[in-house]
T-cell receptor, first 113, second 110 residues
């Protein structure tokens, strides 16, 4: 099925470890983004990309890196995990700018101990 | 700065219409109103959007006031599967940085 695929679904990290959250879409969408959602809160934008080779920071970029070498993939790297990064991470893609047509992945639940 | 204000929660009886309000008093002329919902812990799902005219699709209706400072999402016949967090979002068509606030938690009761 077409959509946004995130891996892994669950992850536990120790403080200071690094890891990459994977996001892939097969809809040929130019726009992709990463959000984090803390308990009882809305989604906050971490980084976004408007096409291969183009990325920019969102609302809460510190501690995260991204790159976009292909249209399909938009990985999110945690450089040195901290307990404050415990959250649910959602990747989204869209065929347009603005808020239309976002397709979200099912999320990665990350716990940093 | 929050662009929208929504009530934190509301209940609705199954089979009845659910009317979800959203205030966006600082909306600009080129900004749309978008609605998404998030069921349990899944990723948000697009529902509907509008600029100034009322809109309807198979999921819901969107009523935007004439001054565009507020809107209402209507779920015409709520079912238990409509229990979710509903997000009202305002953004221009060229806006990359959309903000999802805390939304309204809607609980549909049998």
């Amino acid at each position: 099925n077409a959509g946004v695929t995130q891996t892994p679904k669950f992850q536990v990290l120790k403080t200071g470890q690094s890891m990459t959250l994977q996001c892939a879409q097969d809809m040929n969408h130019e726009y992709m983004s990463w959000y984090r959602q803390d308990p009882g809160m809305g989604l906050r934008l971490i980084h976004y990309s408007v096409g291969a080779g183009i990325t920019d920071q969102g609302e809460v970029p510190n501690g995260y890196n991204v790159s976009r070498s292909t249209t399909e993939d938009f990985p999110l790297r945690l450089l040195s995990a901290a307990p404050s990064q415990t959250s649910v991470y959602f990747c989204a893609s869209s065929y347009s700018q603005g808020g239309l047509g976002y397709t979200f992945g099912s999320g990665t639940r990350l716990t940093v101990v | 700065d929050a662009k929208t204000t929504q009530p934190p929660s509301m209940d609705c009886a199954e089979g009845r219409a659910a009317n979800l309000p959203c205030n966006h008093s600082t909306i600009s002329g080129n900004e749309y109103v978008y609605w998404y919902r998030q069921i349990h812990s899944q990723g948000p799902q697009y529902i509907i959007h509008g600029l100034k005219n009322n809109e309807t699709n198979e999921m819901a209706s969107l009523i935007i006031t004439e001054d565009r400072k507020s809107s209402t999402l209507i779920l015409p016949h709520a079912t238990l599967r409509d229990t979710a967090v509903y997000y009202c979002i305002v953004g221009a068509s060229n806006d990359y940085k959309l903000s999802f606030g805390a939304g309204t938690t809607v609980t549909v009761r049998a």
